[in-house]
């Protein structure tokens, strides 16, 4: 049976208990993600009224301003020493102001001038973005902190994304079949902008909620994990640090690599409720139980991720799974623009688009949980050649690159929109056929390319299971010459 009793960091198993615990926090992430990625352009632009591309744009602004702390935040989580260790004093101290600042956003100042609205928008969303990665970028870099076995790597975080996932969905489903649906005064209950408000208060509630749990509950942990370096953080050595993270191929493979797949994964996300309420003209109801495929799908990709692991190495599977994932995302699209899928009025529309989600999302988280844990491997790596283990400055450049490029892809949606001349507000049916095709066709290839190479730069990442294992002996035995008093050769570095 998994115990949590090893005295010291390392290759270990983790109890069930500490699992869950430390998954249901990305509960808070993933209801953040979803508000982000499905609401809050559709938001900005058909309910409160700004135009399309300036609302990408700001969205955009935002995401990369506040991006850029991450980095900061990272390496100051690695270097923090307190009773409470290096992560959960960033944890605890995040969650009232994650809440609140969730809570400010969808409920925008309605008597203010547009570039009032515009302002008061990146201003929240710098906040609440910066807020969330106070919590998630510790809480994220304690995958690489709680073990470091190969495999077990991939189970834990498979528990981060299953409830990540089931968090955002549940609150997605919620807010479009409760907050959202329609009524006499919106019978289009996705323009309802009291409903919005109700949605912000409810989910801020529940993120508070997530990160005091997961903070409590891994909390026991504490003194099985790394203590920080005892030096002085400077801002000289900070900054050394963070440029000397692009020194690893490994890690810049992945993180090139990230920047296109995340851009990918910021359109799709933005774009999405158009398509569900324009292209195939489902109803508010029925849009809400697309997070029951999602939920399904998230449940299979928590089950296969880590036994696909085990029997195959991370990277050659997550290079086949991210096209796979998107060609089920853009099939059905690109069938339409052929004529070769059938019209809205087709008893078969709802069941395939349903279906063939799951297959999309599971197959896409099933790939997004292989790169976290391979940016987790990429921790030992850098330790053997710098001496340094820098989980957050890690965890936070990658959190650097799903931001920016995220903002990118939700900027992207909005050019799109308006490139195409989208209607503001414009009900089901009634926007003309080409405006509504003119959607699929730039939004397909523009899919494939940023895919496509995610998965090609996926080639230059190097961490196999043997090389980790070989990494791992390495690091113990460096580690058992410093006991000794004696030189560690090659990796003197090592402290």
């Not at 998107?326 to 809205?344: D, H, K, M, T, W």
Request: hydrophobic share 50%; net charge positive.
């Amino acid at each position: 049976m998994a115990t949590d009793t090893t005295a010291h960091p390392g290759a270990r198993r983790l109890g069930a208990s500490t699992r869950l615990f430390y998954g249901f926090g990305s509960v808070a992430f993933g209801i953040k993600d979803n508000g982000f990625s499905y609401f809050l352009a559709f938001f900005y632009a058909q309910v409160v009224g700004l135009p399309a591309q300036t609302v990408g744009l700001a969205i955009m602004m935002a995401l990369i301003l506040d991006a850029f702390i991450d980095p900061i935040i990272g390496q100051l989580s690695d270097n923090t020493r307190s009773k409470w260790g290096r992560r959960h004093p960033w944890m605890y101290g995040a969650a009232i102001p994650v809440a609140l600042s969730f809570m400010l956003i969808w409920n925008p100042p309605t008597g203010w001038s547009q570039g009032g609205q515009v302002a008061y928008l990146v201003a929240v969303a710098v906040l609440i973005r910066s807020f969330i990665s106070c919590y998630e970028i510790p809480s994220a870099a304690l995958a690489a902190e709680l073990t470091t076995e190969y495999d077990e790597r991939t189970r834990l975080l498979s528990y981060r994304y299953l409830f990540g996932w089931a968090g955002g969905l549940a609150m997605y489903g919620l807010a479009l079949a409760v907050f959202l649906k329609p009524t006499a005064a919106y019978p289009v209950g996705q323009l309802n902008p009291q409903g919005y408000a109700t949605y912000g208060m409810f989910a801020a509630g529940l993120m508070l909620f997530a990160i005091l749990v997961t903070s409590i509950g891994t909390h026991g942990q504490i003194p099985y994990l790394r203590d920080p370096p005892r030096q002085r953080a400077t801002i000289r050595r900070l900054a050394r640090e963070m440029v000397g993270t692009l020194h690893n191929r490994n890690f810049l493979m992945i993180l090139a690599a990230s920047f296109f797949l995340y851009a990918g994964i910021g359109l799709g996300f933005a774009i999405n409720l158009y398509f569900a309420t324009y292209y195939w003209e489902f109803g508010a109801g029925e849009i809400a139980l697309f997070s029951f495929s999602s939920l399904a799908a998230a449940v299979l990709a928590f089950m296969a991720a880590p036994r696909l692991a085990k029997r195959f190495d991370k990277r050659p599977t997550a290079i086949l799974l991210i096209p796979a994932g998107l060609a089920f995302q853009i099939g059905p699209i690109a069938l339409r623009l052929v004529g070769a899928f059938p019209e809205n009025d087709s008893p078969l529309i709802f069941g395939t688009i349903f279906v063939t989600n799951i297959l999309s999302v599971g197959l896409g988280i099933v790939a997004n949980i292989l790169f976290s844990s391979m940016i987790a491997d990429v921790v030992e790596d850098a330790e053997l050649k710098t001496g340094r283990r820098q989980e957050g400055l890690f965890f936070a450049a990658i959190a650097f690159a799903n931001k920016s490029t995220t903002g990118l892809g939700i900027f992207a949606s909005g050019m799109i929109v308006g490139a195409i001349g989208f209607p503001t507000g414009a009900k089901p049916g009634t926007v003309a056929p080409e405006v509504v095709r003119g959607l699929g066709l730039v939004y397909v290839p523009t899919q494939m390319v940023l895919y496509g190479v995610a998965a090609l730069l996926l080639l230059g990442y190097g961490i196999s299971r043997a090389s980790h294992m070989e990494t791992l002996r390495k690091l113990a035995a460096a580690a058992d010459l410093a006991q000794e008093g004696e030189p560690a050769g090659g990796q003197s570095k090592l402290s």
